[in-house]
């Protein structure tokens, strides 16, 4: 097979050739996806905050790692002590083993197994890892169980979910059955989504006697990733409901079937995870470990926006969507979350939506503090 030597992070890797050109990635002979390289630099800053405080070996399972080039970064850029690579195709181990053999690696290992078999010889104590990363296409739904049980106490599981039509609203009967809840179309649905895949991580944890905790989670145009700490102790729940009303704007946590500031129907949104989705110390860890790393420049300022998110309330707005509702011209975002502020609300800008904010306002004080009116009058 023809493949092409590049650099991605501090690590050389061999990629098919085809994978390089037009705008779809071919599966055959292996996958890769070179415009996922930033989601892999996350990942880089994510598992060595996590390396780094962990207790016992920092083993890492790529589950479903194509050509390797997520795990053949952790071994190589992440202090990662030993990283196992694991995929289906044998062809995609072949060209992984070849770009350890570039880089002079030799705390890698290799894996040509289904998903849930390799994870099953990874499950129980003393041979769980300290990381276990699940990348598969599509819906991670149907490996969730096994991967908790691979995971260590105090350890890292990291998700993505490719299916952004189940997740965003388009076959809600399906998304029902893979994740436990249903979303609603709306503009923060990249939000809704991913709080769905926590929610589906929240439950399987519940069920198997164990609790999970939220430390970074990251929306893309193509994909929705989360990182959870597996803990011993479950905790309090973190499932309920969003409501969301056409009539003024207004969503929040919770479930009614009207709206409390203007009394129109609402859609409902879940179960699904209510809780925090950012762990500021985490967060603050990676931020600290950018300038080390070889990763895109945006990484830093997308991990400031998630700091300032990490403590608001769930759902944000967008400063077009409250413009449109209120039937002008939109204000600078910098300008609108002084605005809020000066109001005496807690605002913030988000990392999901370059032109979002969220605050504790409610939708007709966003629209008093903003422009000037009640959403009742538009």
């Known amino acids: 097979m023809e493949c092409q030597e590049i650099v991605e992070g501090a690590t050389r890797l061999l990629v098919p050739a085809g994978s ?38 920092g083993t890492l399972l790529d589950v479903m790692a194509g050509i390797g080039a997520r795990g053949l970064r952790a071994a190589n850029e992440a202090g990662a002590d030993s990283v196992i690579l694991n ?37 129980g104590r003393g041979r769980q890892a300290a ?39 388009l076959w809600n009967d399906t998304c029902r059955k893979k994740y436990g809840g249903v979303p609603i179309r709306v503009c923060y ?37 989360v990182y959870v700490r597996i803990e011993k102790k479950t905790g309090s729940g973190g499932l309920g409901h969003i409501i969301h009303c056409d009539g003024c704007g207004q969503r929040e946590a919770g479930i009614a079937e009207s709206c409390r500031l203007c009394g129109s129907a609402v859609r409902v949104a879940g179960p699904l995870w209510i809780g925090e989705l950012f762990d ?25 926006k998630c700091l300032a998110e990490a403590q608001m309330p769930a759902t944000y707005y967008t400063i077009d969507e409250t413009a449109s509702r209120a039937k002008t011209g939109p204000p600078k975002l910098v300008n609108a979350i002084q ?22 306002a409610d939708a007709l004080q966003i629209a008093g503090a903003l422009y000037q009116m009640n959403p009742r009058q538009t």
């Open 20 to 57: 390089l050109q037009g705008e779809a990635p071919p599966r055959n002979p292996a996958f890769f996806n070179p415009r996922a390289r930033i989601t892999r630099d996350y990942s880089m800053l994510a598992y060595s905050a996590l390396l780094e405080s962990i207790e016992g070996p």
């Open 339 to 360: 605005m809020l502020r000066e109001s005496g609300h807690a605002a913030s800008v988000t990392s999901f939506e370059s032109t979002g904010f969220r605050t504790d």
């Open 131 to 169: 990381i276990v990363d699940l990348d598969p296409f599509g819906s991670p739904a149907a490996y969730i169980d096994c991967a908790i049980r691979s995971v260590m106490y105090g350890g890292m599981l990291a998700v993505a979910a490719t299916d952004l039509q189940v997740l965003n609203g």
């Open 280 to 304: 500021s110390e985490f967060v603050k860890k990676m931020i600290s470990m950018v300038p080390s790393y070889m990763v895109e420049s945006s990484c830093k300022k997308t991990l400031e």
């Open 189 to 225: 649905g990249n939000e809704v989504a991913i709080r769905l895949v926590l929610g589906c991580i929240w439950s399987v944890c519940a069920r198997l006697g164990v609790g999970m905790s939220p430390l970074f989670v990251q929306s893309d145009m193509h994909y929705y990733r």
């Open 87 to 123: 995929d289906i195709n044998g062809a995609a181990i072949e060209i992984a083993k070849e770009s350890a053999a570039l880089n002079s690696l030799y705390n890698v290992e290799y894996s040509q197994d289904d998903a849930c078999r390799f994870l099953a010889a990874h499950s």
